[in-house]
Structures are given as C-alpha cells and as structure tokens.
C-alpha cells in the first residue's frame, strides 16, 4: 500500500504474515502490528482492501476491515464505502443486520 501525497510516494506499507507489517518511511522501517485489541476481548484486525483517506475529505472513503477473535471466528467487517467523501460506513455482523454509523461518532469513541 501507498500513501502518495502531490503525486509523490511519501510513505509504502507491506502486509506480512501474522498479522504483522512494515511502514517504509523517510528511508526507514518500522515493524508494525495490525491487531487491535478491546478492553474486553482481543481481536485480530485484518485489512481486506486498503484503507483510503484523502486530503480533501475528513473521512475514511475507502477500505475493508474484518475482525476476528482468538478462534479465528470473523466477528464483523466495517465498509468505508466506495470512494465517495461522506461519514457513513457500514459494520456488518454474520448472520445480523447491517448497522450503518457515523465516523464522527466512531472517531469519538
């Protein structure tokens, strides 16, 4: 994954297995880890398709995350949606309905 700013390559990110990555910036590498953890449960964090903010939008416009817990069971997937500059993004849950939220409120939390 790239974030590109002007045109210019400002920073890269390679996914790795284990829920590991590396962020390559400035000439350096950092190792990273893609699990999020709650203050109740812990949770692996896999992004599915690439995480997408631009300059020109406060929101997330793009991008997937599934959750899964220490099963490997998926708990639920956020959609930020199709590129498109607006607050909603959809959590879906297996085998429930799909709950639509504001990032503003996400962000709050």
Request: aromatic share 12%.
């Amino acid at each position: 994954m790239e974030y590109v700013v002007n045109g210019i390559t400002e920073a890269t990110f390679e996914f790795n297995t284990g829920g590991q990555g590396t962020l390559n910036k400035n000439g350096g590498k950092t190792n990273k880890s893609l699990k999020s953890k709650s203050s109740k449960e812990n949770y692996t964090k896999v992004i599915v398709s690439p995480i997408v903010k631009v300059k020109t939008c406060k929101y997330i416009v793009q991008g997937i995350i599934e959750y899964y817990d220490d099963n490997n069971k998926l708990v639920a997937t956020i959609d930020f949606g199709d590129g498109t500059c607006d607050e909603w993004a959809v959590k879906s849950f297996p085998n429930k309905a799909d709950y639509t939220f504001s990032q503003d409120d996400w962000f709050k939390k």
